[in-house]
């Protein structure tokens, strides 16, 4: 069952930018801590940025200044402003949603299918 959709991702040379956008399917979207990670090959998934229902950021040292984490939760959507870039900011980027209780209702976590991000020098 498809949960969470990114979309946005391509090949951009450093210093530009992309716009990731991760659309959420279900009712309880909009309170869930919303959150982008990315994985390069060889490496961990990482933490990006994160959004919560109240729209309350966090992210990545890494990213900082350079990211901006937003949300629409009229249209369940959630997105990712990248300037900037750098080749190492090559992953594939992956769109997350927090477990959440409604009521005695567990919703579990949902990850979207991931989209590449290439950055060429």
């Known amino acids: 069952q498809v949960q969470l959709v990114e979309s946005g991702g391509g090949l951009v040379q450093e210093g530009g930018s992309l716009r990731l956008s991760c659309l959420g399917y279900?009712?309880?979207?909009?309170?869930?801590?919303m959150s982008w990670y990315r994985q390069s090959p060889g490496q961990q998934r990482e933490l990006v940025a994160s959004?919560?229902?109240?729209?309350?950021?966090n992210y990545a040292d890494s990213v900082k200044g350079r990211f901006t984490i937003s949300r629409d939760n009229d249209k369940n959507m959630m997105y990712l402003q990248m300037t900037s870039l750098k080749p190492e900011d090559t992953a594939v980027y992956y769109c997350h949603g927090d477990s959440r209780y409604l009521g005695d209702t567990l919703f579990p976590e949902r990850w979207g299918q991931g989209t590449q991000v290439t950055v060429s020098s």
């Open positions: 279900g009712r309880i979207f909009s309170i869930r801590t």
């Open positions: 959004i919560t229902g109240g729209g309350t950021t």
